[in-house]
């Protein structure tokens, strides 16, 4: 029998630990039923020990440590948390000057909060579809197959880190990029959603073949 | 299956009686009680002490005393222990002198587990019965629900324990789904006697360990110490009451010892969540490890510190957190025929 080779150190029945101060601040009236089950497992179970990237202050964000380690190149975890604070210190920059330069009935359409900008452009990014190699006949088909939201997070930040790295100019700094591609998505314009737009259009090429999944 | 690295010693023992027929006959095991009495009373004239009220545990200590070993493993140093702790309980001979098995399901290989399955699946059965039964006079169906969170069921080598035979991982895995399809019908209470031999309460609480009381120092100040480690780094930490939220490590700020923001996140973030920031003075020593298990241990240390100053609600809150486990994730080794952990050699041609 084959063994699987991801392990952990932590016993199956360790949970993941919860960090959010609000959700121990509800009083136990408002709980349903599934919540309540939740919280006595919770109170037999031992729970694992919070990661050193989490934590409950108000600046920490999962979203954004997950872009961060994606950024990461061998480990060094300190420039890539650097270049992230000083992508989001250019967002903010940016939009500062746009709403500055702005006639006063538009001031208030541009969003100046670098952590929604960083939301709502990864959102925009997230291809709907996706499509996957399958062989059959001896051929290998496209075949377009719905994607998990744990997926379409991951593209979207790979498309995004890709992008950046590859189709800018030598000298740029990595923030510039960065912060340059991230509001192109949160209008909706820019290389990256071009490509998811590219991707859903062979996806719905390749309809024909989507009777080859079975799963 | 996942490969299990931390666990109970429960799941480690290895049932020796469920491995084959029998290995020693009755005859030799009463002799072994007979002998290990006999000697029980000899030792408990030897230490001077009377032979009526000698139990176990001072067995254990003449034998440690008489015979000293500074062996590291525990099952290998010299023990005195009854005989059916010693030669597990094994299966008697399966077939009478004709060589006719007496279970009927001998020949399927794995009597008890399918005898189990049967009887189970019969219970369900009655459940059900009594449902329809119920459903056919009109009468309401007991709703009571069980309390699912303070009971476990049976590992499966405690499982094999009872039934003396060897089980496969689906073969155990059946059986429980068999147990949960029993205790999901409504009517599940007239089991409950059958169900409860296959299941063991878990302690309802997880806080066994013990908090603390304050200590005062000469001022008056109420301060707590508390320790923590992480990868190989150590800390201790003493957290004051009545401070201005200064914190000291090594006898130095921590805006200079530790310059990355992620680290003071860390050190700061049990005091966040307990919203007691600017309330806590801190002095840590810390040695060993690298940048990140420093601050992790120190982060350890100060709230295993502020369970003293805190109510339970708090505590179960911060444990839940996952403030107050300790991190077992260490380095893992360099195998032999790999160059690191999990790298392999670079794969050569030729």
């Not at chain 2, 089980?167 to 029993?182: C, G, M, T």
């Not at chain 2, 059958?194 to 360990?209: A, G, N, P, R, T």
């Amino acid at each position: 029998r084959v063994m699987p080779v991801r392990w952990s150190r932590y016993n199956p029945s360790y949970l993941e630990p919860e960090v959010k101060k609000e959700s121990y601040q509800k009083p136990l009236e408002e709980l349903t039923d599934e919540e309540r089950e939740q919280m006595e497992l919770k109170a037999v179970r031992p729970i694992k020990a919070a990661p050193p990237t989490l934590s409950s202050s108000v600046f920490s964000d999962p979203m954004i440590s997950k872009f961060t380690n994606m950024m990461m190149k061998s480990g060094n975890k300190v420039l890539a948390r650097n270049l992230m604070s000083q992508t989001l210190e250019t967002i903010k920059r940016k939009q500062l000057e746009k709403y500055h330069k702005a006639p006063e009935n538009e001031k208030e359409t541009i969003e100046c909060n670098p952590y929604v900008i960083f939301h709502q452009a990864l959102k925009n990014c997230q291809p709907i579809i996706g499509l996957s190699n399958i062989t059959k006949g001896g051929k290998t088909y496209q075949v377009p197959v719905p994607l998990t939201d744990n997926r379409k997070r991951f593209l979207a930040m790979k498309w995004l880190i890709t992008e950046c790295r590859e189709n800018k100019h030598r000298r740029t700094m990595m923030p510039e990029k960065l912060s340059q591609e991230l509001l192109l998505a949160f209008n909706n314009e820019g290389p990256v959603i071009k490509k998811k737009h590219v991707l859903h259009k062979m996806a719905e090429a390749n309809r024909a073949y989507a009777h080859f999944r079975w799963w | 299956s996942l490969r299990l690295i931390c666990t109970t010693t429960a799941v480690q023992r290895k049932n020796v009686g469920a491995s084959g027929p029998e290995k020693y006959t009755e005859a030799f095991i009463k002799k072994q009680i007979e002998e290990f009495n006999l000697g029980k009373r000899h030792l408990a004239n030897m230490m001077g002490e009377d032979p009526e009220t000698f139990t176990q545990e001072d067995i254990d200590r003449a034998i440690a005393y008489l015979f000293p070993s500074g062996l590291f493993d525990k099952q290998a140093r010299p023990m005195m222990k009854h005989p059916t702790e010693i030669f597990p309980e094994q299966r008697k001979i399966q077939w009478g002198e004709d060589g006719r098995p007496f279970h009927f399901l001998f020949y399927t290989g794995k009597q008890s587990y399918y005898s189990l399955m049967h009887e189970t699946y019969e219970k369900f059965l009655n459940v059900q019965k009594h449902q329809d039964q119920l459903i056919a006079k009109d009468l309401p169906l007991q709703k009571e629900k069980r309390n699912l969170a303070g009971s476990r069921w049976l590992t499966k080598i405690e499982l094999e324990e009872m039934l003396l035979e060897k089980l496969s991982d689906d073969d155990y895995s059946r059986f429980i789904q068999l147990l949960e399809k029993l205790v999901a019908l409504p009517c599940a209470d007239i089991a409950e006697n059958y169900i409860q031999k296959f299941s063991k309460e878990v302690s309802v609480q997880l806080q066994k360990v013990v908090i603390e009381p304050l200590q005062y120092d000469e001022q008056g100040v109420a301060f707590s110490t508390g320790e923590g480690k992480r990868k190989t780094a150590r800390a201790t930490a003493v957290v004051y009451d009545n401070g201005t939220g200064k914190i000291t490590v090594n006898g130095i700020d921590i805006l200079h010892y530790f310059p990355v923001l992620q680290d003071r996140e860390q050190l700061l973030f049990p005091f966040q969540f307990l919203g007691r920031i600017g309330k806590h003075d801190m002095v840590c020593t810390v040695s060993g490890g690298g940048r990140s298990a420093q601050a992790g241990a120190i982060r350890l240390a100060s709230a295993k510190a502020l369970r003293s100053f805190v109510t339970e609600k708090e505590v179960e809150f911060m444990r839940q957190a996952g403030l107050l486990t300790v991190d077992p994730r260490v380095k893992e080794r360099k195998k032999p025929g790999q160059e690191g952990p999990r790298r392999k050699f670079t794969w050569k041609k030729r």
